[in-house]
């Protein structure tokens, strides 16, 4: 069993930047993580992950704005610039035990409990 805990949320205006971290109760370096996001009235949906290798992939809507990575062997980073107010969100962190990432949300068994980020005209 992997608990995870989320923190960086916030508020900020549109263009700004927000840094949130993932923090795992045991060691995930090797095996894939996952950004989530799910806002009011709408469906979770993929934001970023990362394998076992540090292979990432980011939504097309994310792309050259977010960066993900892992900080140490239990905690990763999605530092989000240029934010938009279609990213607010609840943002939650997801984990497997394995080496190869999805973008499927029914992938992964471990989550936290999420970090709002609300972005402001």
């Known amino acids: 069993q992997v608990q995870l805990v989320e923190s960086g949320g916030g508020s900020v205006q549109s263009g700004g930047s927000l840094r949130l971290s993932c923090v795992a109760s045991k060691y995930v370096y090797k095996t894939c993580m996952a950004w989530f996001r799910q806002a009011p009235g709408k469906e979770r949906e993929e934001v970023a992950t990362?394998?076992?290798?540090?292979?990432t992939t980011y939504a097309d809507s994310v792309k050259d704005r977010f960066t993900l990575s892992r900080r140490n062997v239990n905690t990763l980073d999605l530092q989000m610039n240029s934010l938009k107010p279609e990213d607010t969100a609840m943002y939650y962190c997801?984990?497997?035990?394995?080496?190869?990432?999805?973008?499927?949300?029914?992938?992964?068994?471990?989550w936290g409990q999420g970090t709002q980020v609300t972005v402001s005209e």
């Open positions: 997801a984990a497997e035990s394995r080496v190869a990432a999805s973008l499927t949300e029914w992938y992964y068994r471990y």
């Open positions: 990362i394998d076992g290798t540090g292979r």
